[in-house]
């Protein structure tokens, strides 16, 4: 099980950007992918999940509104689309996988770093 998490860059304040995050070695539908973030000096936050079997979807109360999940199966790939960024949005992104059937995310990609400044 691999996750690999692109997309992360330096956007102005209220910008967008599209994060991605390729699965390798097994397919969504047994999994729930997470997005989570720590910025410098803070834990690390969840973000937003979305559930492979029935599309449940959840999102932090920060970005509710502003942040979309989704995934595309024929990709293998789920997205955060990021829009009206906020400097507090500042951190590195990771997703991860959880098999339906655990509790916990037990596999991890590596982060990518958003940067929202102007």
């Known amino acids: 099980v691999q996750l690999q998490a692109c997309g992360g860059g330096l956007v102005q304040p209220g910008g967008t950007l599209r994060l991605s995050c390729v699965a390798s070695g097994f397919t969504l539908d047994d999994y729930a992918i997470g997005w989570f973030r720590q910025a410098p000096g803070k834990k690390r936050e969840g973000v937003s999940c979305?559930?492979?079997?029935?599309?449940?979807?959840q999102y932090a109360d920060s970005v509710k509104d502003r942040f979309t999940i989704s995934r595309d199966n024929s990709k293998n790939t789920v997205y955060l689309q990021m829009d009206s960024l906020k400097p507090e949005d500042t951190a590195v992104y990771y997703c991860a996988a959880r098999l339906l059937t655990d509790s916990d995310y037990g596999s991890w990609g590596q982060g990518t770093l958003v940067t929202v400044s102007s």
């Open positions: 979305i559930s492979s079997s029935d599309g449940n979807i």
